[in-house]
C-alpha cells in the first residue's frame, strides 16, 4: 500500500514572473499569490468533492500546500496508506482515480492559473514601462531646468559685474 505525494510544478507561471524582475526570482505581489492560493483551494476542493467516500478517512486526508521556494508549486498529498489503489467503482480504465484527478487539474486549474498569472504580469509590465517613460520624463524636465537655471544665472551675474565695478571706488578706504 502506499499514499500519494506529487508535486505539480507552475514552470510557465514561474517564467512569467520573472519577466518583471528580468529573470531573477522576487517575492511574489499579493495579486499572485491570491491567484495562486486561490489555486490551492480549488485543487483541494476538485480532489475532495470527486474523491469516492466509504469511511470518509483518505478524502479527509487531502493536502495541498503551496510552495514559492526553491520552484513555485503545489504538494499535493495524501497520507492514508491505500489512496494510490482508490478506483471508482466499476472503474479500471486509466489508472487510480488520483491520475485522473491530477490530470483534470491540469486542464482546468493550473492553465487557468497559468492565463491570470500571465494577465496580472502584463499589467505590472505596463505598469512598469510607464513608470520608466514617466521617470525619463521627469530626469528631461529636471536637466532642462538645471540648464535653463544655469543660463538665467549667467545672465544676471553678467548684469550685475558693471553696477558691481561701478560701486567699487579705487583709493577710498574705510576707517577701522
Same mark, same amino acid.
Given at each position: %500500500?502506499?499514499?500519494?505525494?506529487?508535486?505539480?510544478?507552475?514552470?510557465?507561471?514561474?517564467?512569467?514572473?520573472?519577466?518583471?524582475?528580468?529573470?531573477?526570482?522576487?517575492?511574489?505581489?499579493?495579486?499572485?499569490?491570491? @491567484?495562486?492560493?486561490?489555486?490551492?483551494?480549488?485543487?483541494?476542493?476538485?480532489?475532495?468533492?470527486?474523491?469516492?467516500?466509504?469511511?470518509?478517512?483518505?478524502?479527509?486526508?487531502?493536502?495541498?500546500?503551496?510552495?514559492?521556494?526553491?520552484?513555485?508549486? +503545489? !504538494?499535493?498529498?495524501?497520507? %492514508?496508506?491505500?489512496?494510490?489503489?482508490?478506483?471508482?467503482?466499476?472503474?479500471?480504465?486509466?489508472?487510480?482515480?488520483?491520475? @485522473?484527478?491530477?490530470?483534470?487539474?491540469?486542464?482546468?486549474? @493550473?492553465?487557468? @492559473?497559468?492565463?491570470?498569472?500571465?494577465?496580472?504580469?502584463?499589467?505590472?509590465?505596463?505598469? %512598469?514601462? !510607464?513608470?520608466?517613460? +514617466?521617470?525619463?520624463?521627469?530626469?528631461?524636465?529636471?536637466?532642462?531646468?538645471?540648464?535653463?537655471?544655469?543660463?538665467?544665472?549667467?545672465?544676471?551675474?553678467? =548684469?550685475? =559685474?558693471?553696477?558691481?565695478?561701478?560701486?567699487?571706488?579705487?583709493? =577710498?578706504?574705510?576707517?577701522?
Amino acid at each position: %500500500m502506499s499514499t500519494i505525494d506529487l508535486y505539480i510544478d507552475l514552470r510557465t507561471a514561474r517564467n512569467k514572473i520573472r519577466e518583471t524582475s528580468k529573470g531573477k526570482p522576487r517575492n511574489l505581489t499579493p495579486e499572485e499569490l491570491d @491567484i495562486l492560493l486561490t489555486g490551492q483551494a480549488r485543487i483541494l476542493n476538485l480532489l475532495t468533492q470527486t474523491w469516492p467516500v466509504r469511511t470518509g478517512d483518505s478524502k479527509n486526508a487531502w493536502r495541498v500546500k503551496l510552495k514559492t521556494k526553491p520552484t513555485l508549486g +503545489y !504538494q499535493v498529498s495524501n497520507a %492514508m496508506d491505500y489512496a494510490s489503489y482508490v478506483f471508482r467503482a466499476g472503474e479500471k480504465a486509466g489508472g487510480p482515480l488520483y491520475n @485522473i484527478l491530477i490530470a483534470q487539474v491540469f486542464t482546468d486549474i @493550473i492553465t487557468d @492559473i497559468n492565463t491570470q498569472i500571465a494577465q496580472v504580469v502584463d499589467i505590472q509590465l505596463a505598469r %512598469m514601462e !510607464q513608470d520608466e517613460q +514617466y521617470t525619463g520624463e521627469l530626469e528631461e524636465l529636471e536637466r532642462i531646468n538645471r540648464v535653463e537655471s544655469a543660463r538665467v544665472l549667467r545672465k544676471a551675474s553678467a =548684469r550685475a =559685474r558693471p553696477l558691481i565695478r561701478a560701486r567699487r571706488r579705487p583709493g =577710498r578706504r574705510f576707517a577701522q
